[in-house]
C-alpha cells in the first residue's frame, strides 16, 4: 500500500546516526531540522558526540535535550574521560542521566596535544564501570505499580539501568602496542558492563568481515556496529584519516582525485559508502551507524540506495 508523503518510514535493518554538538550560529539553527529528518526514518539512538576534555558540554548537552523534546528516538550521549578526576566523571554523568539519557557511549578521548593534566581515568573501560556506578546510586532499586493501587508503587527485583556502547576499531587503534591490544581493550570495556561496540570508520567489508571472528574467538560477545561514513569530498577524506588515524583507502582516495567535479567527487563517495555498506550487512553485520558530520543528505542517500529508507526521507520537506 502506497505511504503517504513525508510519514515516518520504519527501517528494516537497525540504524542510528552520530550528530555533532553545532560550533555555529547556522549549523545550531539548522539542527532542529536535521534531527527531525533524521528521527523520520526511525533510527535505534541519535548519538552525539563530546569534546575531548568537555569543551562541548553544554553544547552537547544541549542536543541532547533537542533530541529528548522533539523526538521519541532516544539520545546516546557520548562521554570522555581523559584529564577527568572520578568526582568530575561522575558529576558529568549524573548530570545527563537528570538530563534524562538512558544510553551512553563511553570513550577514553584523546589527551590534548600539548599535554594536559593525566585524569585520574585513564580507559574507557573505567568511564563503563563509573556510568554503571552512578546510575546504581541513583536509582538502587526498581518500582512496579500495584495493580488496583495506581498511587502505590511496590519494589521490584529488578533496578533500572543503563545501556553504555563502547568503541571498536576493526583496523586496531593507533595508540596500541601490540596487534590484539584493541581486542583487549574491548574485552576489558565489556567486562565492564558496555552492551554494545560502534565501530571507527572504515573503508572496507572485509576489514569488518575479518575482525569480528578474531573478537569473537577473544571472548567478545558485544554486537559490534560499524560505522560508515559517506566521504563526499577528497579534503573531507583526507581530513576523515588525519582525525581517525586509518590507512588511505588507495582505491577511493584515487577515484576522488581524479574526479574534478565536486557532484562527481560526491557521488563517488556515496556509491562507495552504499558498497560497504551493502557488503557489511552481507558479512552479518546486526545494524548501520552513519556518521552524518550535521549533514543529514548524504547518509540518508546511502540508506536510501539500499531500501532502507523511502526516498521522501530524503526531502526537506518530509519533516
Ligand atoms: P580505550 O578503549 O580506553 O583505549 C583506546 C586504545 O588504546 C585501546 O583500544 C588500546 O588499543 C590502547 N591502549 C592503550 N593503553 C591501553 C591499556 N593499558 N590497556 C588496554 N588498551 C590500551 N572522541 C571524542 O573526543 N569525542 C567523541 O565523542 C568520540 N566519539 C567516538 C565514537 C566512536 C564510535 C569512536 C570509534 C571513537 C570516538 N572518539 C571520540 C575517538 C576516541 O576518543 C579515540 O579513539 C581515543 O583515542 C580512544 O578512546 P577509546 O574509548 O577507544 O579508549
Do not use: W
Request: proline share 9%; glycine share 8%; charged share 20%.
Amino acid at each position: 500500500m502506497p505511504q503517504p508523503t513525508g510519514s515516518a518510514a520504519r527501517a528494516t535493518v537497525p540504524i542510528s546516526f552520530e550528530l555533532l554538538p553545532p560550533r555555529s550560529p547556522a549549523v545550531a539553527a539548522r539542527m532542529p531540522a536535521t534531527v527531525d529528518r533524521l528521527a523520520a526514518t526511525g533510527p535505534q539512538f541519535l548519538s552525539v558526540t563530546y569534546g575531548a576534555g568537555g569543551s562541548s558540554r553544554a553544547a552537547s548537552l544541549e542536543l541532547v535535550q533537542t533530541i529528548l523534546e522533539r523526538t521519541s528516538v532516544p539520545p546516546m550521549a557520548h562521554l570522555t574521560c581523559v584529564g577527568a578526576t572520578h568526582t568530575e566523571a561522575a558529576a558529568l554523568v549524573r548530570q545527563f542521566l537528570d538530563a534524562g539519557v538512558r544510553r551512553f557511549l563511553a570513550i577514553r578521548g584523546d589527551p590534548p596535544k600539548g599535554g594536559g593534566p593525566a585524569g585520574e581515568l585513564t580507559s574507557a573501560a573505567q568511564l563503563v564501570q563509573l556510568i554503571h556506578r552512578v546510575q546504581a546510586e541513583r536509582e538502587p532499586y526498581g518500582e512496579r505499580p500495584l495493580p488496583g493501587l495506581p498511587a502505590v508503587h511496590a519494589l521490584s527485583g529488578s533496578r533500572p539501568r543503563v545501556e553504555v556502547a563502547v568503541a571498536a576499531f576493526v583496523n586496531g587503534h593507533p595508540g596500541s602496542r601490540h596487534a590484539n591490544q584493541h581486542i583487549d581493550a574491548l574485552l576489558a570495556k565489556q567486562a565492564a558492563g558496555a552492551t554494545l561496540a560502534i565501530t571507527q570508520l572504515f573503508f572496507h567489508a572485509e576489514d569488518y568481515a575479518a575482525f569480528v571472528p578474531r573478537a569473537r574467538a577473544a571472548g567478545v560477545t558485544l554486537p559490534i556496529v560499524p560505522g560508515i561514513m559517506p566521504v563526499t569530498s577528497l579534503a573531507r577524506l583526507r581530513r576523515t584519516l588525519e582525525l581517525s588515524g586509518e590507512d588511505t583507502p588507495a582505491d577511493l582516495a584515487i577515484r576522488l582525485e581524479i574526479e574534478p567535479t565536486a557532484e562527481g567527487q560526491r557521488e563517488i563517495g556515496i556509491a562507495h559508502a552504499t558498497d560497504l555498506a551493502r557488503g557489511l550487512l552481507d558479512a552479518g553485520a546486526p545494524a548501520l551507524h552513519l556518521y552524518t558530520l550535521n549533514q543529514p543528505d548524504a547518509a540518508l542517500e546511502v540508506l536510501a540506495r539500499l531500501d532502507l529508507i523511502r526516498v521522501p526521507d530524503l526531502l526537506e520537506d518530509s519533516r
